[in-house]
Nanobody, 121 residues
């Protein structure tokens, strides 16, 4: 069984900062890509940022220059530092990992339960 557990969401004023964390646990052999996605009310889930095992990153245009993704391969964790937050960043943020489970020979996507981020004055 694999679990992805997020933490760090909350309410913040515009211009503020939050740091999201996600820890993957279970009988994991390897994690290829880890990332963050978000879903605002009435909208589809969208990519925020991803990071590969080797450290290469990809960001949505809307968060470039404001958000920074990082990971610790030894601990199977991924973080998202969010600065200069805007009301339009309000959403449920989901952690995602493309990983190899011990009893399989292929990589599969796993999701966390989501953490709410609200940017409001």
């Amino acid at each position: 069984q694999v679990q992805l557990v997020e933490s760090g969401g909350g309410l913040v004023q515009p211009g503020g900062s939050l740091r999201l964390s996600c820890a993957a646990s279970g009988r994991i052999v390897d994690i290829n890509v880890m990332g963050w996605y978000r879903q605002a009310p009435g909208k589809e889930r969208e990519l925020v940022a991803t990071i590969r095992r080797g450290g290469s990153t990809n960001y949505a245009d809307s968060v470039k220059g404001r958000f920074t993704i990082s990971r610790d391969n030894a601990k199977n964790t991924v973080n998202l530092q969010m600065n200069s937050l805007k009301p339009e960043d309000t959403a449920v943020y989901y952690c995602n990992a493309d990983l190899l489970y011990y009893s399989t020979t292929y990589y599969s996507a796993y999701w966390g339960q989501g953490t709410q981020v609200t940017v409001s004055s």
